[in-house]
């Protein structure tokens, strides 16, 4: 009687891969995964040249209110007469930091209630377990509005903890 010995990891071929550890080849070679980080790192390139990139000041007003979109003012103007396109640029920058910071949070919350709640055990784990099930089935987008509409004060920070 033989016994089958376990398949071999498939090996790289010498060169750039073989340098790199396993999950970031894995995740170079997928290309979704590629296409996420290449839209990734644009967005984070127009945000830290968004004063190069943008040709007015977001909060500027620089022409007349309204404009349509033309040669000067790619994505027209806005009601007070902003240029819609320099704001787009530079909002960039706070859209991604309110993202990165969701993000961070929302891990930093849910691996705390995730230890906690593997350590303890028991009751505790069993609470959770239901909490997460019940959150888990409630429609979250009209969540999030009704409790945004419950903050007094909107901002960067609010915004990132009703996300979280």
Do not use: C
Not at 43 to 67: C, E, G, H, N
Not at 116 to 129: C, I, Q
């Amino acid at each position: 009687m033989t016994v089958s010995q376990p398949a071999a990891p498939p090996k790289r071929s010498p060169g750039l891969w073989a340098s790199l550890p396993d999950w970031v080849a894995t995740l170079l070679s997928n290309p979704r995964a590629m296409a996420g980080l290449l839209i990734l790192l644009a967005l984070v390139l127009v945000a830290v040249f968004a004063p190069q990139i943008a040709p007015y000041q977001p909060d500027r007003i620089v022409a007349r209110r309204d404009l349509p979109p033309s040669s000067e003012h790619v994505l027209g103007t806005t009601s007070l007469g902003q240029d819609v396109f320099s704001q787009m640029v530079f909002g960039t920058r706070i859209s991604l930091a309110v993202g990165f910071a969701t993000g961070t949070l929302v891990v930093l919350i849910a691996m705390t209630i995730g230890i906690t709640s593997g350590l303890v055990g028991g009751r505790v784990d069993n609470v959770v377990s239901m909490i997460v099930n019940v959150v888990l089935v409630i429609p979250q987008l009209p969540l999030i509005i009704v409790i945004a509409s419950w903050a007094r004060n909107t901002g960067p920070i609010t915004i990132i903890l009703v996300l979280a």
